[in-house]
């Protein structure tokens, strides 16, 4: 069996820590577990440190504040030392228990394996609206995508590395994975309730992230409405009776607005700044993610033992 280095992303999850790490220390035998406190307000961050002290396997990363799920799982990749990643959710939905399902698949010749939740207990919105995303983004924006897959998933770590080491300003790991042409595959897992605390999901936060996969990764949107509004600008000049002013006007701003998001798209390319910062950590923290000096001091000159 090769070794694993286990990232699980938490942001307010107290209650559930202990758990996750004794159900997943029951499933591994070579690991070692990299939880990332993304931001946590609650008690997270000290029961991470008691877990560190008490288990050597265990790192921790605590982000100066909350940079959101897909900055902690890449800072977990970021710093994963093992030949195999395991990312799992802090709150049980994804049990633990079914990461030898995903390894075996894996290990049968894949870089990814997605668990693909049977039964999955989640609302009716959030289901719907998963679902519309891949439609979209398939079917409409052309955009390659594991349909279905979840954040349960055992990656190879070279693989992840390199695909985060892509740093485009609109990351959306599903959609880039494929891009450097991975080969994954799907396993079938059980899925629960949370098993304790409150679900971070947000509307605002998942049209966000549909507005970054689809703006990040197709030019799809750009394409169609230039060609809509010089077709409506050219029947209004050569046909008036056929078009509006005011529909030439709306379809010009609305063209120019999308416009305007591939430029900022563009100006956030240009000046890419870190996905997150790092306060405290039990690891070597690179000086780029490291906010408050915790990267060793360079050694002085001529202080080295002879
Ligand atoms: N999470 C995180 N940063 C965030 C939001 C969530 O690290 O800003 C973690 C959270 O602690 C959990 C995982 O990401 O381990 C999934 O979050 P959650 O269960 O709240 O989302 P849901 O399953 O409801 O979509
Ligand atoms: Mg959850």
Known sequence: MPDFSVVIPCHNEEENLRLVYERVCAQLSDFEIIFVDDGSTDGTLPILMALA???????????????????????????????WIVQIDADLQSPPEEIPKLVDKALTGFDIVFARRRDRKDSVIKKLGSRLQHLVAMHLFRIEFPAGASTFRVIRT?????????????????AECLRVGVRFAFVE????????????FTLLASLRATARLLLG????????????????VLAFLLLPQTVSL???????SAGLWIQACYIGRLVREGAFHNLY????????IDAEDDLFGLAPPPPVEGSASS
């Open 53 to 83: 002290e008490e288990d050597e396997r265990v790192k921790y990363l605590s982000f100066t504040r909350n940079f959101g799920l897909d900055a902690a799982f890449h800072a977990g990749f970021k710093y994963a030392s093992k030949k």
């Open 158 to 174: 070279a693989v992840a590395k390199k695909v985060i080491a892509r740093r485009t300003a609109y990351p959306y790991f599903l």
């Open 189 to 200: 897992v059980a899925h629960s309730a949370r098993n304790a605390g409150r679900s971070k």
């Open 217 to 232: 990764h197709s030019l799809v949107p750009l394409n169609v409405f230039s060609l809509v509004t010089l077709v409506a």
């Open 246 to 252: 005011p529909v030439v006007l709306c379809l010009i």
């Open 277 to 284: 910062y790092v306060r405290d950590s039990n690891l070597a």
